[in-house]
């Protein structure tokens, strides 16, 4: 991609609700503007942008224009007077349905152990992979069942912590927006009685019972070959042998977590399958109680794939505890979690490493009558904290995201959807608008009101990004899957493509779509699922 490529004007390029703040952000240049309905042609709004902001992330001279006036339904583009235009975009009551549908059949594509039939793949069909047994590290002997879930990424590596936090994000927009799944994506197992968001998670929970070491309830950190096949590999070709990685804390707290939170999802729906969640969430949570210090997890010395290490095991244990109490009412578990809130550790952070942030949700939505008033009192406050804050670094922002200079780090859409997604929990708990509308504008960042116009979600948008570092398609020769979230702008440059040329770039433009950029075009089930999240707290 080119900085020639760029419009002066970006928006997101799906759309804006009807009835919401809108903002277009113009780079380079401001002034009188107009809002066009493309099937007319007629101008349906006359403005003006507001003076010139010096963007410090993107390194851009931005402005930015109101146009929240324009609330009929329609096709719209916004045309600078002085010359240049946007793309075309919708104006909706629910612009953000088929891009919901689209972030959920993303899981459908990452799916391992199983055909990907060409009636639901299209061109992006394959056939069944990773089927062999895993060996146990350590242990060659030992040959444990390990096919199914979710490719982690770009990889084919399947990793627990990644997986739960996933999953969670999932179950967690089901059970705060369960209207926003009425319709089907569709997925094979559609049936019109469950959710299909249900079924798509239920696939990646049946693969994570295997990651469950049955002689202790400890989790294994992860299962994948020992390095990382090269680029050009389709997953049913990807045959070397396949190990499960030693148990970890920090997966294992996770597990009981997530499995916690599934039991209670599932249960009107599938109680059996809701009482094995349950009696794995125990056991991981025993295994847990066993073990009360241990190490880091560290990619074994000659494992070279994902290490996804976590220097704290703490905060995992508090999610555990935290829907282990949710989902049961038992008193050990309040009381195990009151003991873990006296610690150290990010309380409302929810990424694949600091967890901490799903534990004081799962608490905060609890009824206030079982919790401790002392301890809900200060998780809501610290929450109202984080939520003020993220509102002022946005609205000091060019590009109105609540990104520091310094958060273009790898994955750092993450770290942009996960702040939207915090947002909508507090505005949820506390009703203020400013929070819904400012995770909004968190979305219209991902999918193209950006430094690059570029919306970093596949196949949506005008612009998508389109060569992400994604095994299948590379192999096949295709453009990427849509519907997969781009990981985003990263300063590291870990990657040689990268080095060779985005060196010297500011930290929004450290960005390029092409497929051996790892470090800032791969793509994983954990970008996918905040953003679904995101999506479906919006509509
Ligand atoms: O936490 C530090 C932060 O304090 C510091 O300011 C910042 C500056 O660079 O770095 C932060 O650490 C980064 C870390 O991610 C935080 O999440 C590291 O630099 C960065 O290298 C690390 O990247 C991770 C990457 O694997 C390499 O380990 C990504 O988060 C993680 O999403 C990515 O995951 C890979 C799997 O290993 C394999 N499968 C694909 C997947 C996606 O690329
Ligand atoms: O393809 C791998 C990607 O999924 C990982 O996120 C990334 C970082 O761990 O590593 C990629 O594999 C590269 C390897 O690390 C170095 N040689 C080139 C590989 C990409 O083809
Ligand atoms: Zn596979």
Redesign the pocket.
């Known amino acids: 991609m080119s900085e020639f490529d760029l419009r002066p004007i970006t928006v997101n390029q799906i759309g804006y609700p009807a009835h919401s703040d809108k903002t277009a952000i113009f780079t380079g240049i401001g002034g009188a503007f107009e809002v066009i309905d493309t099937l007319t042609g007629n101008t349906v709004f006359n403005g003006e942008t507001g003076s010139a902001l010096e963007d410090a992330a993107s390194g851009l001279t931005v402005y930015q224009g109101d146009f929240s006036e324009v609330t009929t339904s329609g096709r719209y583009r916004i045309r600078l007077v002085s010359g240049g235009e946007s793309g075309d975009f919708d104006i909706a009551e629910q612009p953000y349905e088929n891009l919901l549908r689209g972030l959920l059949k993303g899981f459908y594509y990452y799916r391992c152990g199983t055909e990907l039939t060409e009636e639901y793949a299209g061109v992006w069909a394959h056939k069944a992979c990773h089927l062999d047994e895993g060996i146990v590290h350590g242990e060659p002997d030992r040959r444990l069942s390990s096919c199914g879930g979710w490719h982690?990424?770009?990889?084919y590596?399947k990793y627990a912590a990644p997986g739960a936090k996933a999953i969670a994000d999932l179950l967690l927009a089901y059970e705060l927006n369960p209207a926003a799944f009425s319709r089907p994506v569709p997925i094979p197992e559609t049936d019109n009685r469950m959710p299909d968001v249900l079924h798509e998670c239920q696939w990646e929970l049946a693969f994570l019972f295997k990651m469950q070491d049955s002689q202790t309830g400890g989790i294994f950190h992860k299962l994948t070959t020992l390095s990382f096949p090269p680029l050009n590999t389709m997953p049913e070709d990807d045959l070397a042998d396949l190990y499960f990685s030693p148990i970890s804390a920090t997966a294992t707290g996770c597990f009981a977590a997530v499995m916690a939170l599934a039991s209670r999802v599932y249960r009107p729906f599938d109680p059996s399958f809701a009482d094995c969640c349950l009696r794995s969430a125990g056991q991981a949570w025993g295994w847990l109680v066993a073990h009360p210090e241990v190490p880091d997890f560290c990619n074994p010395t000659d494992i070279l794939?994902?290490?996804?290490g976590d220097k704290q095991d703490i905060d995992e244990r508090y999610w555990a505890a935290a829907e282990l109490y949710r989902t049961t009412g038992e008193a050990v578990y309040h009381h195990a979690l009151q003991a873990l809130t006296t610690m150290d550790f990010p309380k409302y952070s929810l990424?694949w490493?600091d967890m901490g942030g799903y534990g004081t949700i799962a608490y905060l939505l609890l009824e206030e009558d079982q919790t401790d008033p002392v301890l809900r009192a200060r998780l809501l406050e610290g929450l109202a904290a984080e939520a003020k804050q993220l509102v002022r670094l946005s609205q000091s922002d060019g590009y109105r995201i609540s990104l520091s200079p310094?958060q273009y780090?790898?994955?750092s859409n993450m770290l942009v959807m996960n702040n939207a997604m915090l947002l909508l929990i507090a505005h949820r708990l506390f009703g203020e608008p400013a929070y819904k509308a400012c995770a909004l504008e968190h979305l219209h960042y991902l999918v193209g009101r950006n430094a690059l116009d570029i919306s970093y979600v596949t196949g949506f948008g005008d612009r998508p990004v389109k060569n992400t570092h994604y095994r299948p398609s590379v192999a096949a020769g295709v453009d990427s899957a849509p519907g997969l979230v781009s990981?985003g702008p990263n300063t590291?440059l870990?990657d040689d493509y990268a080095k060779e040329h985005l060196q010297g770039r500011p930290p929004a433009q450290c960005f390029v779509d092409h497929i051996d950029s790892?470090a800032t075009n791969?793509v994983?089930i954990y970008w996918n699922s905040h953003a679904l999240f995101t999506v479906a707290l919006l509509m």
Do not use: H, L, P, R
């Not at 982690?152 to 990889?155: P, Q, Y």
């Not at 794939?305 to 996804?308: A, K, P, Q, V």
């Open positions: 982690d990424a770009g990889d590596g794939t994902g290490e996804y990424g490493a310094d780090i790898w994955g990981g590291g870990q790892y791969e994983t």
